[in-house]
């Protein structure tokens, strides 16, 4: 796996986990990791041709959504709800293993570079 194809199963994930997130409660709120996952999708191009502007707009976004996930996760896990928890804890390990991808490929360029 590389960074694009991370971008690509995240946002895919992101969108997939807000639907179902939605259709379980019913709260509109569940689409926003949908949007974020639409940004992803989006920008997977600009990952996938190393366009370093694209890889830092989507290293934040990833980081955002991480932090937002994670309080989201402690709120499924203090209401017993354990569908939501499943789902939230996929989101949250896809965006985890997108990010790892995203710091190794910077990593890589830096190498390259030298």
């Known amino acids: 796996m590389n960074a694009h194809k ?11 986990m807000g639907v179902w997130g939605y259709f379980a409660s019913g709260s509109f709120t569940a689409f926003i990791p949908g949007v974020f996952g639409l940004a992803f999708l989006l ?3 600009g990952v996938k041709t190393e366009n370093k502007v694209v890889a830092h707009v989507v290293v934040v976004l990833a980081l955002v959504v991480l932090f937002a996930l994670t309080r989201v996760f ?6 017993g709800d354990t569908l939501a928890t499943i789902r939230v804890g996929l989101m ?3 965006t985890v293993i997108a990010f790892v991808y995203y710091v190794k490929s910077f990593i890589d360029a830096r190498r390259a570079r030298a």
């Open 6 to 16: 991370a971008t690509l199963l995240n946002g895919v994930v992101l969108i997939l």
């Open 43 to 45: 920008m997977a191009p």
């Open 74 to 79: 402690l709120g499924t896990l203090d209401r």
């Open 92 to 94: 949250i390990l896809t």
